[in-house]
Every structure is written in structure tokens, then in C-alpha cells.
């Protein structure tokens, strides 16, 4: 039996115990109201069958405080799934796809996980009747630029750059808007569904994406709107930002390398809005990451 089991058995409440815990939700002082949310928070996810009910409520205080006694379950409920996945793939090449969307779960635990998905593939199905797949790859290319940036007015965030919300894929998708990261990723898995030869590439201070086959080495820079750029075009940045070239600043990022990059992303980002709960759990998915 797990921890997490046994101690929620160990708190499990009587019918009357829940009904008091209930009617003392709403009292107006805050002290009383701190013990009475710890204790229903002691009981695990079993709380939110018996606190479901109390969202609808004609008690405007004690739907609120029920309401958020729920989401914060729900949440506690997905850091642990996405610590699970963190802590349980082995080596490099875990799913990307999967961990980005649990890391969004974290902060958005409701979300349809399978409604975006399909929204994907129904992106992918619209750019397979717009693209020669035997055309040149800076035509392909901006085949895709032109759905994604154009039609679908995809861009990069550059007014509110630090928003966390650019790095969660359901709000970049909701938003059509985000981080070099997150449009990088947007890029990788409609890449993924078009069987096209893209890999996501972490320079320092940037992140874009590689189109690489056997005549042809493109990069995309997501965040300005595709704009395609030469291996070049990359080296130079590198020396003028004053990171240098090395030949490995431009090798693919890993699975594990892009989800870790994007919880750093988000842990600076907590951490210069002096949100230390937000900060805390950022860290550990860091330090499961890197393990």
C-alpha cells in the first residue's frame, strides 16, 4: 500500500465529521477556517467526491472554499503524476508529448488533454493537403509558416514575454501566443504527426527548431514566425551574444533536455514573480529531471 494510500484511509472522516467540517467551511474567521481546510486537506483526493456537491451551493462564501479546496487537490493530484513521469523514464528519450502535457496539467489539471490532441492532428491533417512532400524544404517549410503564423496567427509573446502562461501548451495553443520554447514545441509535434525530419535545438538565450535531411539543414525560429535561418545565421548569433561557438550549443536537444528547459524556464519565471509555492514545485520537477 502506498504512503499516500494509507494516510488517507487513516484520515478517512465519519458522515457527521464531514458534515461539520462542512458547515464550519464558511466561517468568517480566517484561523478557523485554516484548520478546517488543512483538515479536509488531510484527507486526500477521497475530499473531493464529498466536497463536489458543495460547488453549488447557494452559500457564495462556502462554494468558493470548496471550489478551490477541489482545484487544489487536482493540481496536487497532477504534480504527483508528472513527478511520477519525471522520476520513472530512464534515460533521454522519454515522450515528450506526454510530459508536456502533464507539466500543463500541473498548473491546469482540468484540461482535455485529448480535445488538444486531436486539434493537432486535425492541424496536421489540414497541412498533409497543403504540402508537396516532395517539394524543397524551404518550401515545405513555409507551407507550414504560412498555416501556422498566417492562418492560424500563431506568435511569439514579445509584450509579455515572462508570462508564465507562455509556457503551458494548452494556454500557447488557447492564446495562439508563447514563448521560443513552447512555439518550438507547437513546430516539433505537428512535425511529429507529418513525419517531417524536425528536432528541437536549445542554444543558450534561445530556443529553435532543425529541419535536417540529407541535401538540406534549415532552422526555424518559431518565435518570429518561422523565419528560416542558416547554420550560419546561428553561429553568429552565438559570437555576437557572447556564448561562443560550439559545435554542440547546435546538437538536438533530447526529450528530457526540452521538458527540463521548460521547468527552468517557468522556475525563473515563479521565482521573479516571488511566487515561492509555484518556485518549489518547479524545483523538484528540475531535480527529477536531471536525475
Not at 478546517?36 to 473531493?48: F, N, P
Not at 500557447?172 to 509535434?189: A, E, K
Not at 518565435?223 to 559570437?239: E, H, Q, T
Amino acid at each position: 500500500m502506498s504512503s499516500s494510500i494509507a494516510t488517507e484511509r487513516s484520515n478517512a472522516l465519519s458522515e457527521s465529521q464531514r458534515r461539520a467540517l462542512i458547515k464550519l467551511l464558511s466561517d468568517e474567521d480566517p484561523a478557523v477556517y485554516h484548520v478546517v481546510r488543512e483538515k479536509i486537506l488531510s484527507c486526500g483526493q477521497t475530499a473531493t467526491a464529498w466536497m463536489q456537491p458543495h460547488v453549488l451551493s447557494s452559500d457564495p462564501v462556502l462554494r468558493r472554499r470548496a471550489q478551490e479546496i477541489i482545484e487544489h487537490l487536482a493540481r496536487q493530484s497532477a504534480d504527483n503524476r508528472f513527478l511520477a513521469f519525471c522520476l520513472s523514464q530512464h534515460g533521454e528519450d522519454l515522450d515528450v508529448e506526454q510530459g508536456t502535457w502533464l507539466l500543463a496539467q500541473t498548473r491546469y489539471p482540468d484540461i482535455n488533454v485529448a480535445a488538444y490532441q486531436a486539434l493537432f492532428d486535425s492541424y496536421a491533417g489540414d497541412l498533409r493537403e497543403r504540402i508537396d512532400f516532395g517539394a524543397k524544404p524551404d518550401q515545405i517549410l513555409a507551407s507550414i509558416n504560412q498555416y501556422l503564423f498566417s492562418e492560424l496567427g500563431f506568435r511569439g509573446n514579445e509584450q509579455n514575454y515572462y508570462e508564465p502562461e507562455n509556457s503551458y501548451l494548452n494556454r500557447v495553443i488557447d492564446r495562439r501566443t508563447g514563448n521560443p520554447i513552447s512555439l518550438c514545441m507547437v513546430y516539433l509535434l505537428l512535425s511529429r504527426r507529418l513525419h517531417l525530419p524536425v528536432t528541437g535545438i536549445g542554444m543558450p538565450g534561445h530556443f529553435l527548431c532543425r529541419f535536417q535531411c540529407s541535401t538540406d539543414e534549415l532552422y526555424i525560429d518559431a518565435f518570429n514566425r518561422g523565419k528560416l535561418l542558416s547554420k550560419n545565421d546561428c553561429v553568429k548569433y552565438l559570437v555576437q551574444t557572447n556564448y561562443g561557438f560550439q559545435e554542440g550549443l547546435l546538437a538536438p536537444a533530447t526529450p528530457r533536455r526540452i521538458l527540463l528547459r521548460m521547468c527552468s524556464n517557468l522556475h525563473q519565471i515563479y521565482l521573479h514573480l516571488k511566487l515561492p509555492d509555484e518556485t518549489g514545485r518547479l524545483q523538484r520537477y528540475i531535480v527529477a529531471l536531471a536525475k
